[in-house]
């Protein structure tokens, strides 16, 4: 079977209140052909590899530092990019990918959805669920390849 | 006591999640007590208490994004006793092959990503340069060595839990499918390659430990008991075993004890300043009874490897540290042993048939109390729950492997920071000495919200009177 040819990869802990968003944009997103839809808990250097083939990739996390409901920002390979803790951000992910495969990373995007509250064992805030789903209903209006 | 200043320092980076250390200066300016604080451990055993037994394996997995498994694995070792049940060979199996995965996984995460960029460009180079970035770019084949050690280890992980996570793998009583034929046969094409990358990978970690054996040997060493799980036979036993300890020598303090023997064993004292609690061992009390667990420990305490290539290892490293050694960056090489022992033990566990069939869950007579021991890539996990008549947790006591180093951690930041503190200022460099000094446990200081732009840090300044002198904060990473 062909690999998709586009990502959309979302992460977040499902047990810490907004941190959800990422994974259920991912669990709630109209499925498409020629999409991939991954999840996991943090971007990790071993993601590089799940970058391989793609045309374009979608990042999807909850954000404190984006206006609501959601933003659709730009994101390039970043050879300086911040690595605090045991994840990467999406920029060092995609320079990453460069040096490891030697390839131009494909065109990628963070869909970074406004969350509130990040407590352990807390639901999806009422608000963050509403921003959930104007990007939801935002990813089922972007044309295919888009 | 009384004339204490205090040097707050953060934040450590590339150590999971958030980290601030408090530097206790005595009258004369020496460091007098080191304080790691780590603030994320609350509320998790909160967290659990109410929630179905059954769904704990599955729920508990969200404590931690980096060593998930473990913490399935331990709940549902837990759990086996209250559902009174033994897990069928085949059960036991897959989850041992689930816990070989996640140790392959975790530490090549630490070694290759967070741990080598110390060793290979030394402690002061460029803190912006001495991470996973400056790795690809200087040492690719090193940095591309992990990722696929690492990606191996998620792949039989993926393969067992039907996902990437949030999977169902251990069960209490067992677990919850086979693996594929077609998954296996995968796997087993692909494990050679893997255990030659283990092997490059010991060599790489005793290279860089001795060429910097002077250094390293005494870097933060602090004597102190070691406390692991071992196999009957004495063999390194990460799944499964009896709780063995040693006393800073590797004089023989106890073996054997069952995991239901922790409370007699440990005592978890509780300090003003940390969420987290400080376990010793109860017959040495607290002053002498802390302990440190982990690859350090386990390599040491353990009779032998279970498999030839990391016994083969572990001769040489025990013959490089004559006696016990405590120095914390001997933990890398040690976990490279282990990554290479996981790899070794993947190719066993692949072999066998028992794990495409053969029956999956043992229950018997409930029971309303379950306690459950493993090592963890960081070292020994203690689960323990009580489940009342209506399947609701209604106690839960988790003692993970970050608190059981938590003084040893703390004692090798002070000996660290007597020796790198110049003056009265958190320089650059002690900064740098600090960081490795940590790292070289590999806490995982909070199980992590990734969110953009959410990585809260506090800096905290207290003067000799109690006196808050200055709190600084960052936004984000």
Not at chain 2, 86 to 91: C, G, I, L, N, Q
Request: net charge negative.
């Amino acid at each position: 079977m062909r690999k998709p040819r586009v990502l959309v990869f979302g992460w977040g802990n499902p047990s810490r209140g907004d941190d959800a968003l990422g994974p259920a944009f991912v669990g709630e997103a109209a499925r498409r052909d020629d999409v991939e839809l991954l999840v996991d808990y943090q971007l990790q250097p071993e993601h590089a590899l799940d970058l391989v083939g793609r045309v374009e990739v979608l990042f999807v996390d909850a954000a404190v530092d984006a206006a609501e409901p959601f933003e659709v920002r730009a994101v390039a390979p970043d050879a300086a990019a911040s690595l605090t803790t045991h994840h990467l951000s999406p920029g060092a992910l995609l320079h990453v990918f460069e040096q490891l495969t030697g390839e131009k990373a494909p065109p990628a995007k963070v869909l970074a959805i406004r969350g509130w509250q990040f407590g352990l064992g807390e639901a999806l805030s009422e608000r963050a669920r509403k921003n959930l789903e104007a990007a939801l209903s935002w990813w089922a209006h972007v044309p295919r390849g888009a | 006591m009384t004339d204490l200043r205090r040097i707050a320092i953060e934040p450590l980076s590339r150590v999971e999640g958030h980290g601030k250390v408090t530097l206790l200066l005595d009258e004369a300016g020496a460091v007098h007590e080191a304080r790691l604080h780590i603030v994320e451990f609350r509320g998790f055993e909160a967290f659990i208490v109410g929630r179905p037994f059954w769904e704990v394996p599955v729920v508990v997995q969200r404590l931690c994004g980096i060593c998930p498994v473990s913490h399935n694995l331990c709940a549902a070792k837990a759990l086996d006793r209250v559902v009174g049940g033994v897990p069928p060979p085949s059960a036991v199996k897959l989850r041992r092959l689930m816990h070989s995965g996640q140790m392959l996984q975790s530490h090549a995460l630490h070694f290759f990503h967070l741990a080598s960029p110390d060793l290979l460009f030394g402690f002061d180079s460029d803190v912006s340069r001495r991470n996973l970035i400056g790795l690809v770019e200087q040492h690719p084949d090193i940095a591309k060595m992990g990722v696929h050690l690492r990606k191996f280890g998620q792949q039989v992980l993926e393969a067992v839990y039907g996902k990437r996570i949030h999977g169902t793998g251990a069960v209490p009583g067992g677990v919850n499918k086979h693996l594929a034929l077609d998954a296996r046969d995968g796997f087993l094409a692909r494990v050679p390659q893997v255990k030659t990358w283990a092997l490059e990978a010991v060599a790489l970690a005793r290279r860089l430990t001795e060429v910097n054996q002077a250094r390293h040997q005494d870097f933060g060493a602090v004597p102190s008991n070691l406390l692991g799980l071992v196999a009957a036979d004495g063999a390194l036993d990460l799944y499964d075993g009896g709780l063995r300890g040693l006393d800073a020598e590797g004089r023989l303090l106890f073996d054997g004890l069952e995991a239901v023997d922790y409370r007699s064993l440990i005592r978890e004292e509780v300090r003003p300043w940390s969420y987290m609690k400080f376990p010793y061992l109860e017959r040495l009390g607290p002053e002498a009874g802390w302990y440190k667990v982990g690859p350090l420990a386990r390599v040491q305490l353990c009779d032998r490897m279970p498999t030839p290539l990391a016994e083969a290892a572990r001769r040489e490293f025990r013959a490089a540290y004559p006696g016990v050694t405590h120095a914390p960056l001997a933990f890398h090489w040690a976990r490279m042993i282990e990554l290479l022992h996981a790899a070794e033990d993947l190719e066993r566990l692949l072999q066998d048939d028992g794990l495409l069939h053969g029956d999956l869950v043992s229950t018997g007579a409930r029971r309303r109390e379950g306690i459950g021991v493993i090592e963890a890539p960081r070292g020994t996990l203690i689960h323990h729950y009580e489940v009342g008549d209506d399947d609701l947790v209604t106690r839960c006591n988790l003692i993970v492997s970050t608190t059981n180093n938590n003084q040893a951690m703390n004692e090798a930041i002070r000996s660290v920071a007597r020796r790198y503190l110049d003056g009265h200022e958190v320089t650059e460099g002690l900064l740098n000495h600090v960081e490795v000094a940590v790292r070289a446990f590999d806490p995982c200081l909070s199980c992590a919200t990734h969110a953009m732009g959410r990585m809260p840090l506090q800096v905290t300044l207290v003067d000799a009177r109690g006196a808050v002198v200055s709190v600084g904060t960052r936004g984000s990473a």
